[in-house]
């Protein structure tokens, strides 16, 4: 069973400073995806970004993108110019390549003006 | 196109009623699943489906059923609803591969 994790319940960040979000996860599988979703309080599921296990090279979306260390199970996601529209709640999300997904329990973000 | 269309939006249900909700994509994607949310916490996988006719359990299956008879619908249903079953339950597909998951609106259900 896959399970992920992610450390930090709150944070803050003023407006267009830089924020990290970290997750991390434990598998045994070698191929998988990870994403990143965000949840405003419209209660949406969108997506940020997202990685393939097998590319080493980060993604990134515009002011979004990862730093994925495969060995060490870690996918944090780095919110550049934060705005006051990225405050929400982001969720890491494993995903094996049967389907089947798993969250972390979430980070509230919050941006200040 | 809708996307993901789950319905009803809210619910309220005595302990021990039965109902069914309801998930319907029209992109005509293989993949589908069933998630419930609890304050303050991520999304908990409860059954899910890799096409018409095939479905597996997720990490929260008791007390849910779901069937896969066509591509676009995938419904869940509380057998005898409890109160621990109070929840924001959401409804995803996916195309396939690396593709992420289009998730509906949720169905915010309370059991009394």
């Known amino acids: 069973a896959q399970t992920v994790t992610q450390s930090q319940p709150e944070m803050s960040v003023q407006e267009a400073e830089t924020v990290t979000l970290s997750c991390t996860y434990d598998?045994?599988?070698?191929?998988?995806?990870l994403f990143w979703y965000k949840q405003p309080p419209s209660r949406q599921m969108i997506l940020v970004i997202r990685?393939?296990?097998?590319?080493?090279q980060n993604a990134t979306e515009n002011r979004f993108s990862v730093n994925f260390q495969k060995a060490a199970k870690s996918f944090s996601l780095k919110i550049s110019d934060s705005q006051l529209g990225d405050t929400a709640m982001y969720f890491c999300a494993f995903m094996n390549y049967a389907g089947k997904s798993t969250f972390g329990d979430g980070t509230t973000l919050t941006v200040k003006p | 196109n809708a996307g993901v269309t789950q319905t009803p939006k809210f619910q309220v249900l005595k302990t021990g009623q039965s109902m069914t909700l309801q998930c319907a994509q029209d992109m005509n994607h293989e993949y589908m699943s069933w998630y419930r949310q609890d304050p303050g916490m991520g999304l908990r996988l409860i059954h899910y489906s890799v096409g018409a006719g095939i479905t597996d359990q997720g990490e929260v299956p008791n007390g849910y059923n779901v069937s896969r008879s066509t591509t676009e619908d995938f419904p869940l249903r509380l057998l005898s609803a409890a109160p621990s079953q109070t929840s924001v339950y959401f409804c995803?597909?996916?195309?396939?591969?690396?593709?992420?998951?289009?998730f509906g609106d949720g169905t915010r259900l309370s059991i009394l």
């Open positions: 598998t045994s599988e070698s191929n998988y995806y």
């Open positions: 990685q393939e296990a097998y590319k080493q």
């Open positions: 995803a597909s996916r195309l396939g591969g690396n593709q992420p998951q289009h």
